[in-house]
């Protein structure tokens, strides 16, 4: 099996604290600036898996560069340089304790809600009569509690977001009206490689100036879900499931092996065949969205060959 970078240590000049997520580990330096190293670690279900996905860390960071680079006109972000290609450098800032979730059609979670006999999803209607993986009529924004490390996520409503002070009013007015039109372009990008986007979630937060600005992935496998807009409408007339490019594949498979993150449940084995499936589906997505073939990283040392890109990029700065 290929190398994977599943755990960093580094210790980078100006160093003052090092935070780890389920897949990012961000290293916060002097004068205001972070680096953040994506990994190879997968997520599902907020539970790291045991074993890492090749290539996984670079796919996810190099796309959502190449999707901050498309959307800056939007939103401004906090991405300064990627000088590896694990790797992105930007401004440190306060993140909102939310993530802005956005469906523009009836699938993932929103689905199993909805077949639980819900109708109500953070606060908002899902009409009756609707298949799995229909379009709603307008999308629609299913908040999330931001949950620290190895928490699930949880739905919360803009009223109950509000009512607790979470965000104020004025910031999350523009939190709403950022995730729309970034999903909005995001649908765009998407069709334009033969693709739809039918969910995904923007995480934003305040810089020291107080500006909000896009933070975190976008418009990534772990960010998103992607369906294969030629034979959609095909497949939903015809009741199959959608051919589709996202991490759904990998929950979907959990949950055949009885896994759904739940209390005493166990990960299922990971053969090395599955895990480099995994990797093939993340290439394939990387090819579909950015429309460039998908150029892998040299893995022979990978620790070694970030701590290097990063020193020349610190020194060149400096």
Not at 195 to 222: A, M, N, Q, R, W
Not at 247 to 265: C, D, H, M, S, T
Not at 267 to 275: A, Q, S
Request: proline fraction near 4%.
């Amino acid at each position: 099996m290929s190398n994977t970078i599943i755990d960093t240590n580094f210790n980078f000049p100006g160093q003052k604290n090092v935070y780890k997520g389920k897949v990012r580990e961000v290293y916060t330096l002097e004068n205001n600036i972070l680096v953040m190293v994506a990994t190879d670690r997968l997520s599902a279900f907020d539970v790291v898996m045991p074993k890492g996905i090749p290539y996984k860390g670079q796919i996810l960071n190099q796309i959502a560069t190449q999707m901050m680079e498309a959307t800056k006109d939007i939103v401004p972000n906090w991405l300064i340089a990627t000088p590896d290609p694990n790797v992105a450098v930007g401004y440190a800032c306060e993140p909102f304790k939310v993530e802005m979730v956005i469906r523009g059609y009836l699938s993932g979670h929103a689905a199993r809600e909805y077949k639980a006999g819900k109708r109500l999803i953070c606060g908002v209607y899902m009409q009756d009569g609707m298949k799995e993986n229909d379009k709603f009529p307008e999308p629609i924004i299913t908040p999330a509690t931001k949950a620290e490390k190895g928490d699930h996520d949880e739905d919360i409503s803009k009223a109950e977001i509000l009512k607790r002070g979470i965000v104020s009013k004025e910031d999350y007015e523009f939190l709403e009206n950022y995730t729309k039109d970034l999903f909005k372009r995001g649908t765009e990008l998407a069709d334009e490689r033969g693709l739809i986007l039918v969910d995904t979630k923007y995480e934003f937060g305040k810089t020291k100036e107080g500006k909000i600005v896009l933070i975190d992935e976008i418009h990534t496998p772990d960010s998103s879900r992607y369906f294969y807009k030629e034979g959609y409408q095909e497949r939903q007339d015809r009741g199959e499931a959608q051919k589709q490019l996202s991490k759904e594949f990998v929950r979907q498979w959990l949950i055949a092996n009885n896994f759904q993150g739940l209390e005493g449940q166990t990960v299922p084995h990971m053969t090395d065949d599955y895990i480099n499936s995994v990797s093939e589906r993340y290439i394939e997505l990387y090819e579909k969205i950015t429309g460039e073939k998908f150029l892998k990283a040299d893995i022979s040392n990978i620790q070694e060959r970030i701590a290097k890109n990063v020193l020349e990029y610190l020194k060149k700065v400096s």
